[in-house]
Protein backbone atom coordinates (compact mmCIF):
# COMPACT_ATOMS: atom_id res chain seq x y z
CA UNK A 1 0.00 0.00 0.00
CA UNK A 2 1.58 3.40 -1.23
CA UNK A 3 1.93 6.44 1.15
CA UNK A 4 1.74 9.65 1.35
CA UNK A 5 4.50 11.95 1.40
CA UNK A 6 5.07 11.67 5.21
CA UNK A 7 8.12 14.64 5.36
CA UNK A 8 8.33 17.52 3.48
CA UNK A 9 11.71 19.24 4.53
CA UNK A 10 15.05 21.03 3.73
CA UNK A 11 18.14 20.70 5.28
CA UNK A 12 20.65 22.99 3.26
CA UNK A 13 23.96 21.61 2.67
CA UNK A 14 25.70 23.93 4.96
CA UNK A 15 24.03 22.97 7.83
CA UNK A 16 24.22 19.36 7.30
CA UNK A 17 28.03 20.27 6.84
CA UNK A 18 27.97 21.83 10.19
CA UNK A 19 26.21 19.19 12.11
CA UNK A 20 28.65 16.91 10.69
CA UNK A 21 31.55 19.20 11.61
CA UNK A 22 30.39 19.54 15.21
CA UNK A 23 29.95 15.24 15.38
CA UNK A 24 33.31 15.16 14.59
CA UNK A 25 34.33 17.36 17.49
CA UNK A 26 31.99 15.38 19.66
CA UNK A 27 34.12 12.42 18.51
CA UNK A 28 37.30 13.96 18.85
CA UNK A 29 36.71 14.63 22.85
CA UNK A 30 36.11 10.86 22.78
CA UNK A 31 39.11 9.21 21.43
CA UNK A 32 39.33 6.45 23.20
CA UNK A 33 35.87 4.99 21.61
CA UNK A 34 36.08 1.36 20.46
CA UNK A 35 34.19 -0.15 17.85
CA UNK A 36 33.46 -3.89 18.34
CA UNK A 37 33.13 -6.77 15.86
CA UNK A 38 29.28 -8.79 16.57
CA UNK A 39 31.39 -11.77 18.13
CA UNK A 40 33.08 -9.82 20.61
CA UNK A 41 29.83 -7.31 21.00
CA UNK A 42 28.06 -10.65 22.02
CA UNK A 43 30.83 -12.13 24.37
CA UNK A 44 30.83 -9.39 26.62
CA UNK A 45 29.01 -8.94 29.95
CA UNK A 46 26.17 -6.72 29.47
CA UNK A 47 25.88 -3.79 32.25
CA UNK A 48 22.31 -3.72 31.20
CA UNK A 49 19.20 -1.62 33.05
CA UNK A 50 20.62 -2.48 36.98
CA UNK A 51 24.08 -2.88 35.99
CA UNK A 52 25.06 0.71 37.21
CA UNK A 53 22.94 -0.12 41.36
CA UNK A 54 25.21 -3.23 41.37
CA UNK A 55 28.86 -1.27 40.16
CA UNK A 56 28.25 1.10 42.28
CA UNK A 57 27.71 -0.47 45.45
CA UNK A 58 30.89 -2.77 44.66
CA UNK A 59 32.83 0.76 44.52
CA UNK A 60 31.38 1.52 47.55
CA UNK A 61 32.22 -1.50 49.03
CA UNK A 62 35.85 -1.24 48.40
CA UNK A 63 36.19 1.92 48.98
CA UNK A 64 34.97 1.02 52.48
CA UNK A 65 37.71 -1.25 53.04
CA UNK A 66 39.93 -2.78 50.02
CA UNK A 67 41.26 -5.93 52.33
CA UNK A 68 38.46 -8.01 51.18
CA UNK A 69 38.83 -7.87 47.77
CA UNK A 70 41.59 -10.11 45.77
CA UNK A 71 45.61 -9.06 45.90
CA UNK A 72 46.53 -6.10 43.16
CA UNK A 73 43.29 -5.22 43.14
CA UNK A 74 43.33 -1.49 41.34
CA UNK A 75 40.73 0.78 42.73
CA UNK A 76 41.96 3.55 41.01
CA UNK A 77 41.42 1.92 37.51
CA UNK A 78 37.74 0.97 38.68
CA UNK A 79 37.09 4.60 39.71
CA UNK A 80 38.10 5.30 36.26
CA UNK A 81 35.94 2.79 34.64
CA UNK A 82 32.47 3.61 36.87
CA UNK A 83 33.09 7.38 36.54
CA UNK A 84 33.57 6.69 32.32
CA UNK A 85 30.28 4.31 32.83
CA UNK A 86 28.18 6.99 34.77
CA UNK A 87 29.50 9.95 32.28
CA UNK A 88 28.60 7.66 28.56
CA UNK A 89 25.72 6.71 30.18
CA UNK A 90 24.48 10.27 29.79
CA UNK A 91 25.79 10.54 26.43
CA UNK A 92 23.95 7.61 25.34
CA UNK A 93 20.97 8.60 26.83
CA UNK A 94 21.28 12.03 24.57
CA UNK A 95 22.49 10.35 21.59
CA UNK A 96 20.56 7.43 21.06
CA UNK A 97 17.12 9.07 21.14
CA UNK A 98 18.82 11.36 18.53
CA UNK A 99 20.43 8.60 16.44
CA UNK A 100 17.15 6.55 16.29
CA UNK A 101 15.32 10.10 14.93
CA UNK A 102 17.70 9.96 12.31
CA UNK A 103 17.67 6.81 11.46
CA UNK A 104 13.81 7.18 11.48
CA UNK A 105 13.64 9.81 9.87
CA UNK A 106 16.15 8.54 7.07
CA UNK A 107 13.68 5.80 6.76
CA UNK A 108 10.33 7.59 6.31
CA UNK A 109 12.07 10.22 3.61
CA UNK A 110 14.02 7.10 1.72
CA UNK A 111 10.37 5.47 1.81
CA UNK A 112 8.91 8.71 0.53
CA UNK A 113 11.14 9.29 -2.03
CA UNK A 114 11.46 5.45 -3.44
CA UNK A 115 7.96 5.55 -3.59
CA UNK A 116 7.57 8.96 -5.92
CA UNK A 117 10.84 7.01 -7.76
CA UNK A 118 8.70 3.83 -8.24
CA UNK A 119 5.88 5.89 -9.98
CA UNK A 120 8.35 7.68 -12.26
CA UNK A 121 10.08 4.08 -13.21
CA UNK A 122 6.49 2.98 -13.81
CA UNK A 123 5.58 6.15 -15.83
CA UNK A 124 8.80 5.65 -17.94
CA UNK A 125 8.18 2.25 -18.77
CA UNK A 126 4.45 3.42 -20.32
CA UNK A 127 6.63 5.83 -22.31
CA UNK A 128 8.20 2.92 -24.68
CA UNK A 129 11.02 4.67 -24.99
CA UNK A 130 8.99 8.17 -26.66
CA UNK A 131 11.20 10.56 -24.31
CA UNK A 132 14.95 10.60 -25.62
CA UNK A 133 15.38 12.44 -22.89
CA UNK A 134 14.89 10.26 -19.86
CA UNK A 135 15.78 6.66 -21.49
CA UNK A 136 19.25 7.03 -19.51
CA UNK A 137 17.57 6.85 -16.28
CA UNK A 138 15.55 4.44 -17.08
CA UNK A 139 18.29 2.11 -17.92
CA UNK A 140 19.57 3.28 -14.26
CA UNK A 141 16.49 2.62 -12.67
CA UNK A 142 15.99 -0.98 -14.33
CA UNK A 143 19.27 -2.33 -13.19
CA UNK A 144 17.47 -2.48 -9.47
CA UNK A 145 14.53 -4.77 -10.87
CA UNK A 146 16.66 -6.33 -13.38
CA UNK A 147 16.86 -9.43 -10.58
CA UNK A 148 13.23 -9.52 -9.82
CA UNK A 149 11.47 -11.40 -12.00
CA UNK A 150 7.64 -12.02 -11.66
CA UNK A 151 6.93 -15.48 -11.24
CA UNK A 152 4.88 -15.51 -14.55
CA UNK A 153 7.80 -13.69 -15.88
CA UNK A 154 10.48 -16.32 -14.81
CA UNK A 155 7.95 -19.26 -16.27
CA UNK A 156 7.48 -17.77 -19.45
CA UNK A 157 11.17 -17.57 -19.42
CA UNK A 158 12.21 -21.25 -18.68
CA UNK A 159 9.39 -22.14 -21.15
CA UNK A 160 11.55 -20.06 -23.88
CA UNK A 161 14.82 -21.22 -22.75
CA UNK A 162 15.46 -24.69 -24.20
CA UNK A 163 16.98 -27.55 -22.03
Same mark, same amino acid.
Given at each position: ?9 ? @????? $? ?7 ? *??? $? ?7 ? *? ?9 ? !???? @? ?6 ? #? ?10 ? !???? /????? #?? /? ?7 ? *???? $? ?12 ? !? ?6 ? #????? #?????? !?????? *? /? ?17 ? /????? $????
Amino acid at each position: MKQGNRISET @LSMAD $AQKIVDLLH *QVE $ALMPFLLTL *QPEESRSLRNI !GFDG @LPFVMAAL #DATRASIDFTRR !GFDL /AEFEK #DV /ALVEVLRRI *QAVL $APLSQKVTDTFRVV !GADAMITA #DDVYE #DMNKDN !GETAAV *Q /ASRQIMKKRYAHRISPEKA /AKAAK $ATPA
